[in-house]
């Protein structure tokens, strides 16, 4: 277990002994986000430029609606995705 992560279960179970309802709150919140975050720390990879891509095709379908001509939005998405 890397000591990032054991510093983070420290750290949230400060906060869940803290007394002030808010601080509880939000550790409650990183433990049960716990998985999820050990998950980040262990996979630095992102999906940022798939999304990215993606984000842009949506914009082009939105903004081609109604156009028929599905090889016309193919070229769209190549040069605006390239």
Same mark, same amino acid.
């Given at each position: 277990?890397?000591? +990032? !992560?054991? *510093?983070?279960?420290?750290?949230? +179970? ?6 002030? *309802? ?15 975050? +050990? ?11 798939t999304e ?18 599905f090889?016309? !939005? ?9």
């Open positions: 277990m890397p000591e +990032a !992560y054991s *510093a983070f279960l420290r750290a949230s +179970a400060e906060l869940l002994d803290s007394g002030l *309802a808010q601080l509880v709150i939000l550790g409650e919140t990183l433990q049960s986000w716990s998985e999820e975050i +050990a998950r980040m720390w262990r996979f630095t990879r992102s999906n940022g430029i990215g891509v993606h984000n842009n095709m949506e914009t082009i379908s939105t903004q081609a609606y109604g156009f028929r001509n090889e016309n !939005y193919r070229q769209r998405v190549q040069v605006l995705c390239s």
